[in-house]
């Protein structure tokens, strides 16, 4: 008998007996804000040890039935990916490299002791869910379908060990602009919490991460900032990432320097490319500690012009001021950047399919 592993296309499909109402979807769609309402189906694959994957399914969007002792609830074992597909200009739809999300989220599966998936599967059933939903994307400027897959435990088991069953889910929600304010520059707080030590699940991309990160943005916001910036965890010191986002910094000589991938730092997809595009545009890109205190230095210098955070929802956000305990400073002009603007037109225009794209990096869904 083909496996799911076989033959990645083997989706059972349950279409919505009343998908919603095409005038209320509508008005969604040309407002749909950020990850508050949810396309009419999603998708559902089983694992356990001796099926492996199985009962792969396209189904009506709903609660998904769950034993109270299933060890998600109790011990976290859940991670997750995001992703969008894009409606191009010719009418096509289309993934930005979401064989880059699978790989990580195996990666992720790894460390979170979980089964991995065949990286053809993730992807069909991501395709799956498009192709069903594909009335949802967004009519707005910069709108795109945003994709959620994850993975939780679901065995019945209060023991500490790893979960003998697990669901892969994806569900899918039209997304507009990510910060609620459409601020040009965001203000971001230093915290004094950290967000991952060396060891630790920094790498990861699992819930728990974001659990812990909440008090901190929460506190964040609470002194009128839009982001909390976390530093190391065994120095206090190097600047390593925000709540969701990898950071670049951009220097008057035309140079660009991201912090390494040390273990502690989630290794953005949107990281990777835009390091490729700025290399491509012949800037040189160093992957390098940055601290703080330098920071802060070559702002009020102005060795330093420009400073961006990255990641899927937002794409590309101009860090304008940067404030701690120790002070704040100031980044060029506190506006948006050129070098951050360019940056950002490209990679959205290759996204949305409006300059083509030299890399494989787009994925159409046929
Ligand atoms: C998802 C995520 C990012 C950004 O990754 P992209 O692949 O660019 O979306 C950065 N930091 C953390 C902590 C994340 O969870």
Redesign the pocket.
């Known amino acids: 008998m083909a496996t799911l592993a076989d033959s990645p296309s083997h989706f059972a499909r349950l279409p919505h007996p009343a998908p919603a109402d095409a005038a209320v979807r509508a008005e969604v769609l040309a407002n749909p804000g950020f990850g508050s309402r949810f396309t009419d189906h999603m998708v559902t694959i089983d694992w356990d040890e001796g099926q492996g994957w199985h009962n792969a399914t396209v189904a009506p969007y709903g609660p998904i039935p769950l034993d109270p002792a299933a060890s998600v609830l109790h011990y976290a074992q859940e991670i997750f ?3 969008k597909a894009y409606r191009h200009p010719d009418g096509s739809m289309a993934l930005f490299r979401p064989e ?2 699978a790989a ?1 989220f195996n990666a992720s599966a790894r460390r979170l002791a979980m089964p991995e998936i065949p990286e053809a599967l993730f992807v069909s059933a991501i395709e799956e869910l498009v192709r069903a939903d594909a009335a949802w994307f967004p009519t707005v400027e910069g709108g795109s379908l945003y994709l959620r897959p994850f993975m939780i435990a679901t065995e019945a088991f209060l023991g500490v060990r790893p979960a003998k069953q697990y669901k892969f889910v994806v569900i899918a929600s039209p997304a507009g602009n990510y910060f609620k304010s459409g601020a040009p520059a965001v203000s971001i707080w230093v915290s004094d919490y950290t ?1 991952a030590a060396p060891g630790g699940t ?1 790498a990861a ?1 699992c819930g728990g ?2 659990a812990a ?1 909440l008090v901190p943005t929460a506190e964040a916001f609470a002194k009128g900032h839009d982001q909390v910036l976390f530093l190391d965890a065994a120095e206090h010191k190097w600047i390593e ?6 950071l670049f910094f951009v220097f008057a000589d035309g140079s660009l320097l991201t912090p390494p991938l040390s273990g502690t ?9 835009l390091i490729q595009l700025a290399r491509e545009e012949g800037l040189s890109v160093r992957e390098e500690p940055y601290s703080l205190a330098q920071w802060a230095d070559d702002a009020r210098s102005g060795k330093l012009i420009e400073a961006f955070a ?4 937002a794409v590309v956000t101009p860090v304008g001021k940067v404030a701690g305990r120790d002070g704040e400073f100031t980044i060029g002009s506190g506006g948006p950047g050129q070098i951050t603007g360019k940056l950002k037109a490209r990679l959205t225009a290759i996204q949305r399919g409006e300059e083509a794209d030299g890399h494989g990096w787009v994925h159409r869904i046929g």
Request: hydrophobic share 30%.
């Open positions: 990916e995001g992703l880059a999300n990580r967000r920094g991309k991460n974001y990160s990432e925000l709540g969701g986002m990898n730092i989630l290794a953005g997809v949107t990281r990777n490319s990255c990641g899927t929802a």
